[in-house]
Each structure stands twice: as C-alpha cells, then as structure tokens.
C-alpha cells in the first residue's frame, strides 16, 4: 500500500509563494506518474500538475508559467513550487501517484490566497 503525505500549505496573500511537499512511503520511481491535483468547495477535483517517470510535466492550463512540479527521487519527495497565487488558487491540494492504473492520494493540504 502507497503511502503518501503533503505538507506545505497555508495562508499566502495574493502575487505570494508557498511551495508544497509530498513524501511517499515507497520509490517514486516506481510510479508511472505522480503528481498534484486540487478541489475548491463546490468544484470537481482538478489536475494540477504531474510529473512521469521519464520527467515529462503537465500542467493544467491555469497554472502554467506560475506552478513548477519537481521530484527528488532520492528522498521520494515530489514539490509544487507555487509563484504569483491568485484567489482562485484556494483548495486543497491532493497529492497522486499512479502506479499501474491503481490511485493513490494523500489527505490534502489547504492552501488559501487572500485578496
């Protein structure tokens, strides 16, 4: 069983940074992608960014130019370097990894940006 646990997130006000932490339990390497997604109150759950197994990125479209997604695969660490956040960034951000077709998720983290 994947373990996997985000920490980082907070209160930032708008044009700020915060740059969220995964640690999986196991190899990220090992996965065929991990990533971040996000849920705002009311809204679907959203890719953010992932990253492959190869080092390919997507982003979601909103983010791009603002949000950068690395790994250390050394420490099984995945980061989301957030830059420039607006309100509209505000949810809870997920971490994933995809092993295989099998999902897993961690238990979110919250990130609010004030106007």
């Known amino acids: 069983q994947v373990q996997l646990v985000e920490s980082g997130g907070g209160l930032v006000q708008a044009g700020g940074s915060l740059r969220l932490s995964c640690g999986a339990s196991?190899?990220?390497?090992?996965?065929?992608?991990i990533g971040w997604y996000r849920q705002a109150p009311g809204a679907q759950r959203e890719l953010v960014a992932t990253i492959g197994r190869g080092d390919n990125t997507n982003y979601a479209d909103s983010v791009k130019g603002r949000f950068t997604i690395s790994r250390d695969n050394a420490k099984n660490m995945v980061y989301l370097q957030m830059n420039s956040l607006k309100p509209e960034d505000t949810a809870v951000y997920f971490c994933n990894a995809n092993l295989w077709g099998r999902e897993f998720w961690g238990q979110g983290t919250q990130v609010t940006v004030s106007s």
């Open positions: 196991g190899s990220i390497l090992s996965f065929n992608a």
